[in-house]
């Protein structure tokens, strides 16, 4: 039997957006709109079920599929949030009945002189030799191009 691995990995991503601070906090605080921007259908995401809370110690749920696959399930908690300046969540994915990744996220929403610079910082822990961080980051960035594409539709 193979002993238990597990490896880290950190990645920070600044992301400036040319409207408020409290636009783009509130696209990750509303249900509907952060539903539309992360979902993930255009990339062949199935969405099974998501409910958000979104409060201190609530809770945020995605289970979904990549095109007919396992079942990928991510469980989020609010640690913290700050309106309009910071939000941190500690999330588990688990690929069909095994647990893969946790990490703990710290998103923080910056004014600058024409919008917004989202500073975007992940610390992860990948079990088992998943090591996914740089795939981790490289969907986080696709996300996060996602969001552009909702704020621009106020």
Known sequence: MQA????????VIERHY????EKVFAAFAD?????????GEEDGFEILSFEMDFQVDHFERWRFRFQ?????????RYQDIVTNRRIVTVYTMDFGN??????????EFLPDES???????????????????KGR??????????LAKELERE
């Open 18 to 21: 040319p409207t408020t601070p």
């Open 137 to 146: 980051e490289e969907g986080t960035r696709g996300v996060l191009e996602q």
């Open 68 to 76: 007919g696959g396992a079942l990928i399930q991510n469980d989020v």
């Open 98 to 107: 095994k647990r893969v990744s946790s990490s703990q996220v710290t998103v």
């Open 115 to 133: 919008g917004t610079t989202l500073v975007f910082t992940e610390q992860g822990s990948y079990f088992e030799g998943a090591d996914q961080a």
């Open 31 to 39: 249900p509907v709109k952060k539903r539309r921007w992360m979902g």
């Open 4 to 11: 238990p691995t597990v490896t880290h990995g950190t990645f």
